[in-house]
């Protein structure tokens, strides 16, 4: 028998049926739903007059629309209100279970996903939203799917999909000083740009990604859809069964045993080829921020700005208008540039591990007075761990506020909005024009730069606390 990946493994192991030169039929272990690109997949099943077909594999949760403020009243949004509505009245007729807005496993939907345990190793998983990756985490092909998909899904619990290639990048060594999985997907996107991994699924490996928690894992692969690649994951491990033990999943539970002698067998086989191999090496990578208008556009904190030497005519062109509109020029230095915002949260950095980075370098120090910080946990467990570790005493201490769940000021579909103009140093996953808010000027980063740049009120290596 011959060598597989991991991905070909999962994705053999869920093929219905391959349809000659066209794509397969994949059968879907885990469909996530939330209110934004759901409400247009079930009215296509009420034209149809039809029903959800497998509901129990179908969790839905509210968390693009929901303010992070006063959540037990009314959304004051008239969209947004009509959005979290609809998605209450329609898995309420479909039987589907739902962790709405004030439920105490309301959040965002790849955060508590994960950390409840209904995604697991060797499952395939779904959502109509981009950052499904992140469940890849845990050795899942797990990727984004479109609204006519999610109805499809909805509808036959499987999907029509085009096989990807297989990517491998590997990292192997020792991280720096104040490196963190954030950085390092950073870094490989800088090198990759934003399309270098189009049409691939990237598995990750080598020692400093075995090196990592479960948490840091979802943000690499979390990020892995802004290098254009349609998922990444990682190969489950004792970090991974260890997470998952403890998940309400497996709380009382005794298929654990069970279910982690069939997880064993999910790595890639020695031999097994990709289509494509990097290597990295951890020791060069440095505490990353954005200075342009998308993800691939990152450089180490302390270093300058790239100058046009050696730029093609279209792409000088297309760095000075993302500079224009950052309002930066090139070979500057973006270390001690005043800031405005900074944001703790999302998919990719709202976990409890990254309030206990950001708390670690703000304890016994003082926010800044220039910035306004929006620190929003990604689910209630993590608001709640938050308040047990007593992390919250030491954010109130240095003059930080905790917000209620939610997307939250990633995107622009909400209350918590950055103004025009204003310098955000975020957390979250895209930089794109207008991402935060019309106008508003994003540089993504780790937890400690956001906070080292919290205390300082300008961007801040956070090597230097």
Same mark, same amino acid.
């Given at each position: 028998m011959s060598s597989k990946t991991l991905f070909d493994k999962i994705w053999d192991a869920h093929r219905v049926h391959s349809i000659d030169d066209g794509p397969d039929v994949l059968y879907i272990d885990r469909h996530y739903i939330h209110e934004v690109t759901s409400p247009q997949a079930f009215r296509g099943l009420d034209e149809r007059g039809i029903t959800v077909f497998r509901p129990s594999l179908t969790l839905a949760t509210a968390d693009h629309n929901t303010p992070t403020r006063d959540q037990h009243l009314p959304i004051r949004e008239e969209l947004s209100r009509m959005q979290v509505d609809k998605l209450r009245e329609n898995c309420s007729r479909h039987g589907i279970e739902l962790f709405g807005l004030n439920h105490n496993y309301n959040g965002i939907v790849h955060v508590i996903g994960t950390e409840l345990g209904y995604t697991r190793p060797g499952m395939t998983i779904v959502c109509g939203d981009s950052h499904t990756s992140t469940h890849g985490a845990f050795g899942t092909v797990a990727f984004g799917i479109g609204t006519s998909e999610?109805? !499809?899904?909805?509808? +036959?619990?499987?999907?029509?999909?085009?096989?990807?290639? +297989? !990517?491998?990048?590997?990292?192997?060594?020792?991280?720096?000083?104040?490196?963190?999985?954030?950085?390092?997907?950073?870094?490989?996107?800088?090198?990759?740009? +934003?399309?270098?991994?189009?049409? @691939?699924?990237?598995? @990750?490996?080598?020692?400093?990604i075995r090196a990592l928690s479960m948490e840091s894992r979802m943000t690499i692969c979390n990020m892995s859809i802004e290098m254009g690649a349609r998922g990444g994951l990682i190969a489950p491990d004792k970090t991974t069964f260890s997470y998952l033990k403890n998940t309400k999943y497996y709380s009382g539970n005794n298929a654990f045993d069970d279910d982690l002698k069939s997880w064993k067998d999910l790595i890639t086989d020695p031999g097994a080829s990709f289509d494509k191999e990097i290597a990295i090496n951890a020791e060069s990578i440095r505490p990353m921020i954005t200075y342009g208008t998308n993800p691939g556009m990152a450089i180490a904190v302390d270093a300058p700005l790239p100058d046009t030497e050696g730029m093609n005519s279209q792409d000088r062109d297309n760095y000075i208008k993302a500079l224009s509109y950052m309002g930066f020029s090139p070979g500057i230095k973006l270390d001690g540039h005043p800031i405005d915002y900074v944001f703790l949260g999302s998919c990719t950095n709202g976990r409890i591990e990254d309030f206990r980075a950001f708390a670690s370098v703000v304890k016994g120090r003082k926010k800044a007075e220039n910035v306004t910080a929006l620190l929003v946990p990604g689910s209630r467990l993590v608001e709640e761990q938050v308040k047990k570790e007593g992390l919250l005493e030491i954010l109130r201490d240095a003059g930080f506020e905790l917000r209620q769940p939610g997307c939250s000021s990633c995107l622009a579909m909400n209350e918590d909005k950055i103004p025009a103009g204003k310098y955000a140093v975020s957390t979250s996953n895209r930089n794109f024009e207008g991402r935060q808010g019309p106008g508003a000027r994003t540089l993504l980063a780790s937890p400690l730069t956001a906070a080292a740049s919290a205390v300082t009120g300008r961007i801040t290596d956070p090597r230097l606390f």
């Open positions: 999610v109805e !499809m899904v909805l509808a +036959t619990q499987c999907i029509l999909q085009t096989r990807p290639k +297989t !990517m491998r990048i590997t990292v192997d060594g020792a991280l720096g000083k104040a490196v963190t999985s954030k950085d390092i997907i950073m870094h490989i996107i800088s090198l990759l740009t +934003t399309g270098g991994a189009t049409g @691939y699924f990237v598995e @990750y490996s080598g020692s400093a």
